[in-house]
């Protein structure tokens, strides 16, 4: 694949986002899938609302009423980043049958292409008349000092202050100069110990080519921080020392003028290409990462071992599509064949060729819980390139498992009782472009795709 998974959307237009909708047939171009989405046996799949090309999504704090006085409030809205750099809030109604919208407004927009979105917990850095904890936002942006894209955390608060009803936001940028490039800062959760994770693609293809150099350990990483920390003294990675000369890339992370950041941005694992989705179940954390076009390599899922280089550029994962446990092995990376991969961790599935996986979530309670056989489940995005025609299948040198390279789809992968998949199959397919996977408060999950947000739930609720 000669682009990355989320340029593709800088390659289709959107208009024709906007028309080969999650919701219905593409209607377009002759060589444009049908999408139609169909859930796995014994859910079903509904349109949620329809939005013009979502990349994250993320349940706000629950307010505890609803907009319609008739109906009580079980759960809160839900927020959407889109490719036009525009936040938007879902207004939900929740009924005993699922969520209904009640409208969709935009509360943000100037981003760059956003790809993370995650509301904090309650800080003491709150304004005063804050109508509800911070909401943090990922983009990255042309650095000044780097001359190449930087990512970015941005730190959105909104009040009310004069009782009207109107929202008046307040902007900071708390995290900057993230070193990333060809790929960007992606999604953001909040851990169990209350700090911001996020995973920051690797600015080139195969560690070599295609893009700028990589900055270990941050580039290609999950970074770490505490969001009330760089909100009260926001931090930023310089480039450029105190003279104005460029830094070299390999010793950025240790150069006296970025003592600051390194101090309050933390690597939690790197050595990953286009890292993309984090979720962590059970204490452990786990992502999806994008393989490189050239020489090619899977898609991974990792199952994250904290502090460690998980390899790339110099080591690929190899093995069968779709495969787990022992069928996958760590060899070098062609570019690098005298590598010695041994040390590194083991991605626990592989998903495929170029099938750009995005956003994974786990299973949650409530009244349209998923079956309890797959809460230890983790269920994955993948985007795939946006046609039928697709001739990284027909090149494949596997094409016996050609099926693990269509994608347009959300998979399930079951995991052991130490948190190692076991097998990986299809959920939810038909899709159009999918890039996040949501579980909500109600147990049912939510996917963004290219038209909007659908929703799946067991036909049989309370599971």
Known sequence: MLVSCMRKLFLVPLALLLTASAFGPATQADDLPAFVPEAALGFAIEPIAALAAPTAIAFGPDLGTSRLPH??????????????GQVVRIDLAWHATGPVVEGVSVIATGFSLPLGLVF?????????????PPL?????????????RDGRVTRLDFTDTD???????????????????RHNANHMRIGSDGLLY?????????????????????SGAILLFDAEMVTLSPTEMRWRDDNGTMIP??????????????????????????????????????????????????DTLYRVTPGADHGFPACYDVGPAGGVGDAISKVPNPIFPDTDCSTQPVATALLGWHTCTTGLDFPTAGPWSFPAAMHDSVFVAECAVFFANDWLVESLADPANASHNTSHK?????????????????????????????????????IADAGGVLRVAPIVGGL
């Open 136 to 148: 943090f936002v990922a983009d990255s942006h042309p650095g000044d000092e780097s001359l190449r």
């Open 163 to 181: 009782g009207d009803g109107k929202l008046e936001e307040q902007r900071r940028v708390v995290v900057d100069g993230l070193p990333n490039g």
């Open 410 to 446: 959300v998979v399930r992968v079951a995991l052991d009782e130490e948190g190692n998949a076991t097998e990986v199959q299809d959920f939810v397919t038909g899709l159009a472009l999918p890039t996040d996977v949501l579980f909500g408060p109600d147990g049912s999950m939510f």
């Open 120 to 132: 904090a917990n309650n800080d003491s850095a709150m304004p005063a008349g804050a109508l509800h």
């Open 71 to 84: 109906v009580p409030s079980l759960g809160p809205d839900l927020y959407a980043t889109l490719v036009s």
């Open 198 to 218: 996020l995973a920051n693609g690797n600015p080139n293809d195969n560690g070599r080519d295609g893009g700028a150099a990589d900055v270990h350990p941050y």
């Open 249 to 298: 890339p390999d010793e950025l992370a240790t150069h006296p003028v970025n003592a600051d950041f390194v101090s309050k941005v933390e690597s939690y694992a790197h050595g990953f290409r286009n890292i993309f989705g984090v979720a962590e179940h059970d204490g452990h954390w786990y992502t999806a990462t994008n393989g490189a076009d050239d020489p090619s390599s899977q």
